[in-house]
């Protein structure tokens, strides 16, 4: 057996079944700086946070220099193609970009890493699982379950599907505090269901799904369950096996990697039968004109030149996450909020949503002040939060309002970003009255 060197430096035996791994913090580097309340000692990590109260980490975290530092490496002097070269850096590269698959296999606790397909994230993994399983397994009079709190990624690809072959959807309700009301589901599911897809967490309210109750729901009439786990993977430690869901997306910009690359979990003999959903290179096994034959699962969905960088800059951003740990990440970002939602709570004419166990968001509104408004009074703070709908217009209405102001924590935050979110809060009522 030989031994070559893979981008990045990676001692990596060529045949070898063992996983090869990613760059990763050494063993407890960095925890000599946990905060009482949990991590926000890591924010010297992150270039993009120093100096500014950074509140919008549920629509995009910030990168570690490990992860900006590792996706460097791979466009310098690392950098070459997959799959088809013959030459060494290319054959390196190739053992990096699968080891970072096996990486993110691991990370989901996926039986195997051929169950992994990257995507460019959670809405193309929907949309893949919507046009090809859906495609080839909804019909006329099937129907798709959905909650009231999704993300329109988790909405409008299913509508498509459904326009296309006259399926239908049905909407699970929320509880008053704002989860996904899993008895209202239990009552509502029919043999006529074929699809549940829910969010694994809301992106607004923070709410978390009992997703294993969600699975033996749907899988009570026979339907699959897929989870969008974009608002989990970074602060959730998730075991696709144990959830006994059937698909699971991600993204990798949520969980402090790079843009553009997210991937698709689903079990294996789901995704063998699955036809193609895209054309092109690499999902190929014998093309003619009169016919093409098409690669095994998961190389059948990656058509084209494939995001080789992203998949390594993902990879590094998992080492990073597992290194602090994400029971500890979600402890100190519940805190956070916790101590958020406490303060809120004694402002008069501000309205906190969801549940008071939320994980990691916090959706909010001052009575009488569009969020806009609330936004740009905070970033003159120097506090930067989402203000709007949410990509979730659905739950807006729901809630009865047209939008919320909405804080999300992450590995960089501390105690200091509430008091300084608390403070641009009184000033917005001070100026508004």
Not at 215 to 231: E, M, P, R, T, Y
Not at 310 to 316: E, T
């Amino acid at each position: 057996m030989s031994t070559t060197s893979s981008p990045f430096g990676l001692s990596l035996s060529k045949g070898s079944t063992e996983h090869s791994e990613v760059p990763s913090l050494r063993s407890g580097e960095g925890f000599d700086r946990l905060s009482p309340s949990g991590v926000g000692g890591y924010r010297g990590d992150f270039p993009g946070v120093l100096d500014w109260h950074y509140l919008d980490t549920a629509a995009t975290a910030q990168k570690p220099r490990q992860v900006i530092d590792a996706i460097a490496r791979a466009y310098g002097g690392d950098y070459a193609t997959v799959h088809r070269g013959v030459y060494a850096r290319s054959a390196n590269m190739t053992l990096g970009y699968e080891a970072a698959r096996r990486k993110v296999a691991d990370f989901l606790g996926a039986a195997s890493d051929s169950e992994i397909v990257f995507t460019r994230g959670a809405t193309e993994g929907i949309n893949l699982v919507a046009q090809s399983w859906g495609g080839a397994n909804l019909k006329a009079g099937d129907r798709i379950l959905l909650s009231m709190l999704e993300h329109h990624s988790n909405i409008v690809p299913w509508q498509l599907i459904a326009e296309k072959v006259g399926a239908s959807i049905d909407v699970v309700p929320l509880t008053d505090d704002g989860q996904i009301d899993l008895d209202a589901m239990a009552a509502m599911i029919t043999p006529a269901h074929k699809m549940v897809a829910l969010a694994h967490v809301s992106n607004v309210l923070g709410s978390v799904l009992d997703a294993r109750r969600a699975a033996d729901i749907a899988h009570s009439v026979g339907a699959k369950l897929l989870l969008d786990g974009c608002q989990a993977v970074p602060r959730l430690a998730v075991d696709v096996q144990a959830l006994d869901c059937d698909f699971y997306v991600m993204s990798a910009h949520k969980l402090y990697g790079p843009t553009g690359i997210g991937a698709l979990w689903a079990r294996q003999e789901i995704l063998d039968a699955m036809p193609p959903w895209q054309g092109g290179g690499s999902m190929i096994d014998k093309v003619t004109f009169e016919k093409t034959t098409y690669a095994p699962a998961p190389t059948r969905f990656e058509a084209g030149t494939p995001h080789i960088v992203g998949a390594i800059g993902l990879a590094a951003a998992i080492d990073y996450v597992q290194a602090i740990g994400l029971d500890t990440i979600h402890a100190h970002e519940c805190a956070l909020v916790g101590q958020a939602r406490e303060a809120l709570h004694g402002l008069n004419s501000v309205r906190v949503f969801g549940p008071e166990n939320s994980a990691g968001i916090l959706s909010f509104e001052v009575v009488g002040v569009h969020p806009h408004d609330v936004g740009t009074i905070l970033d003159e703070e120097g506090v930067a939060i989402r203000a709007g709908h949410h990509c979730a217009q659905p739950l807006m209405r729901a809630l009865g309002v047209e939008a919320t102001a909405r804080a999300s924590f992450g590995i960089y935050n501390d105690e200091s970003d509430v008091a300084a979110l608390v403070r641009g809060i009184e000033r917005v009522r001070k100026i508004f009255g």
